[in-house]
């Protein structure tokens, strides 16, 4: 059966020689009149130019109480409130918004993500609320920051935006301080934030402990929640002036 | 009719069985005569420890108002076994915790039930972060105590992981468990089911942004390069 191996040589080199030495034809552009150059358009035909869209994720839910705040107050519950008064803020200025829940559910992680992710989002924010500490904590995924490939590891998805995160959560942190709202901020590793690939921040929002230049405030104070949440979408409004998709 | 030979094969290997059986046996008693000879030889509980010394040692108490971690030096009877000191020098810092006026209060009296070292294992490029794991297995009565929010339990976690790495140079990552237990966070927040890098002194500071010195050059994730440096 030697011939046979051999002739099967001779045929795939035939065909390795063949598909090397016959490119493909080409056809020269015959000489026009000299015409100006026309910009290529942004978008192609029937697709919709990248729009602005802020993910909102009000922490826990369902089951997943949270912290206890005060008597009778849910970490849950605080956060479904704060999120849906930054969302209707956020409507007013004109800026479209997603909320991963808008109801009490319990939703995992990795749903939470998936939400997200699927909207490829322009910013995002994860709001938590705390009984301890003072102010706002303003957090971002302790993932070292990497580059953005095309495929990201669902785990550490959040590495290919850490310094666009950071420089979200510079944005929050300048009006924050501009409604001398006390911020402290740090690195964190707190589900689903390194899942969820877009520039994104957690806000944490803890009771205001009187100060030389504040006024003691609780979590539930319905201004100081209004203040806070004003400050935040006002730094979303200034993230999407220097947003470029 | 059962030939002769298969008469014999079936006691020689009834035989065989009950040979391997004793031997099984032997070894099982051999193995715990070890097992108790270890346990004999181990050093003592930390209570009953007569060869402990007194040495200052710096524990890293969180203030939950700036955000920080303030390095407080206490002197403290410590044992001669490196599992031991730890869990001596953590059970001050949870002591520092439970404290009256504390910057950040854990009402809990046991807080770590245990701490044990692995090797880390040296790659190609992890020359810099050689040194050991600690294993920090914390009580399920502290993880039930641990007020709940991303900014405590972060601040928890790091004060523990300063303070190992403070008092024991060759702890460059930590890993928790609660009752020795994978458990997926502390109170709802701080991630547990990773690997911590706690291979840099925290830069501690004062005042409202000290934190971030702090958090951002201690906590970092597992491939040990992270953002704050």
Redesign the interface.
Known sequence: MRWIEAAGAILLAAMASGAQQSPPPVHPLPPGPAVPAIPAPVNPPGVQPPRFLVVIDAA?GGN?I???IESGVL?KDVTLGLAGRLRSTLHARGVDVVMTRTTDVNLAAVNRAEAANRVQASACLVI???????GV?L??S????AANERFLPWG?AQSAY??ES?KLESEIDSALAHAAI??????????PMDSIACPEV?V?M?PL?GGHVTSSRALTDVSYQKSVVDAVAAALDQWRSDWKP | MISRFQKFLFFAMLVACVAMAVFLIRLRNRAEDRLAAQAAAAPAEIGETTTSTQKTVTLYVPNDLDDSLIPWDKSLPLPEDRNAQARVILAALVEAYRAPGSTHPINVASGVNNVYFLPVAQGKDSGAHAGQMAVVDLSGALAAAQPSGIEPETLTLLSIMATLHANLPAVTQVHFLVDGQQRETLAGHADLTRTYLAGEEPSVQSGQRSAVGAQRSVLRDRDGSGAGQ
């Open positions: 826990h997943d949270g912290a206890r970490e938590h609320a705390t009984a301890t500490g003072s904590h957090y971002t302790s993932l070292t920051p550490s850490v310094t950071m006390p911020v402290t901020l740090g690195k964190a590793s707190v589900a957690a944490e803890a402990v």
